[in-house]
């Protein structure tokens, strides 16, 4: 673990330095409340430096000039360098974050799979030939789009990282990437790793600091040619309009409050399963999280009483305990969650499960929030509405699929749906009409999802991560058309 007394720096132009003005951030473990690690906290300055340093790794022959297969091969180190530090990277990410240490194995494997799977394409980003008739020889040139910033969460910040950085590199971008001061450190790890790997000096810049001061620098940096955003919709928009004043393309990866949508005829243990890790998996805290559930009506007394006792018996604990579910990011999100759940109760829900802080003495001070089921709910109500963003089910029903169909867009979010029936026709007739990025039947995700294209429809963002799709963001296509005789 991190010394406390030492101030890890930020990673610019292949370097380890503090920030210019000497300033840190202390950085917590949510399982404890206590400080985990001191971080140097980047201002303007720094983000000048390391846009700076990124514009240079593009020109260089090193980096922005390199074979598109010699990029894939640094890329593919960087994959087999994660697997060989999983553990410690995993252990890292446990105690930052405070999500269950198995959680953040997933994360940490899910992050060496987005270096690989975009390693893969780095020689294979291809342009086309287009048909202009005689005498003319029309191509186009997919080019890297310049450097990249990238804006990270808290949430699950190895494997967000990840799913920005991979592609951007492969494209053959320099990326500045500044995490989540509440969770900087296997971003920082990333660099480093990055680093050995052969990434040259400039190519991959870590730059942790604060939203004000380093976020809104780098947003708005008049060197960036791109960036890739990933937050809550109120900061996606300031972010939004610092980057059209530079008329610069953005990737909004924002909110979400995904419906699972379960049918009578669900098979009910996959079903029960599913439901409850989409909305506990990192106690809650996933933007893709499935926070409310709609379950048909004649089947929601025997389904919510099956989901209570799966609620009931989960364990908390801190997450390198490896607990059923971990503690909340911090106090402050701690309280957000309790008064949404205040809220819901004062709007007319019912708490089905916990509702409260754990009365277990043995945790420590750490930020722990039961794992919630707010029952009775309706669409209109706040908690059926507004992303929560910890564990707190809000449940509501549904007689027909037309009216799961429409609850379920009864949302300014669309990110994420999940359909649980044995029924074929039930599952695509929601999978058309449900307006949201990505719709599972009967799962939810599946494992990282880095194939499948992620994105969300309305204020759950624009633009697609993860897949091919991705590379689109990375690249601007550059069109030659030649006279010959
Ligand atoms: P946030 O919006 O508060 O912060 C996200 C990042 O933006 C952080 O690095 C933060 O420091 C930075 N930031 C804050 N203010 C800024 C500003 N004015 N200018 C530039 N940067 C600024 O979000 P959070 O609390 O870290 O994460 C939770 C939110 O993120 C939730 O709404 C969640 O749904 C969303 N999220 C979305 C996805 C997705 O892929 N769609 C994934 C994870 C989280």
Known sequence: MTATNTVEGLIIDGRKAGASDGGALDVYDPSTGQVLARVAKATRADIDRAVAAARRAMEAKDWGGLAPAERGRVLFRIAQAIRDRAEELAVLESRDNGKPLRQARTDVQVAARYFEFYGGVADKILGTTIPMGPGLLDFTVREPIGVSAQIV??????????????????????VVMKPSSEAPMTALRLGEIGLECGLPPGALNIVPGTGSEAGVALA???????????????????VAKMAAENVVPVVMELGGKSPNVVFADADADLAVQGVAKAIFQNAGQTCSAGSRLLVERKAHGAFVERLVAHTRAMKLGPGVDDPDMGPIISKRQLETIEQYVAVGQKEGARVAAGGRRPADTNLPGGFYYEPTLLDEVTPAMRVAQEEIFGPVLAILTFDEVEEAAEIANDSVYGLVAGVWTRDINKALALAERIKSGQVFVNTYGAGGGVEMPFGGYKKSGYGR????EALASYTQTKNVCIRYT
């Open 153 to 174: 969460p808290w949430n699950y910040p190895i494997q967000i990282g990840s799913r920005g950085v991979a592609p951007a590199l492969a494209a053959g971008c320099a």
């Open 220 to 238: 708005s940096h008049p060197g960036v040619n791109q960036i890739t955003f990933t937050g809550s919709v109120e900061v996606g928009v300031a």
């Open 465 to 468: 991560e993860k897949s091919l």
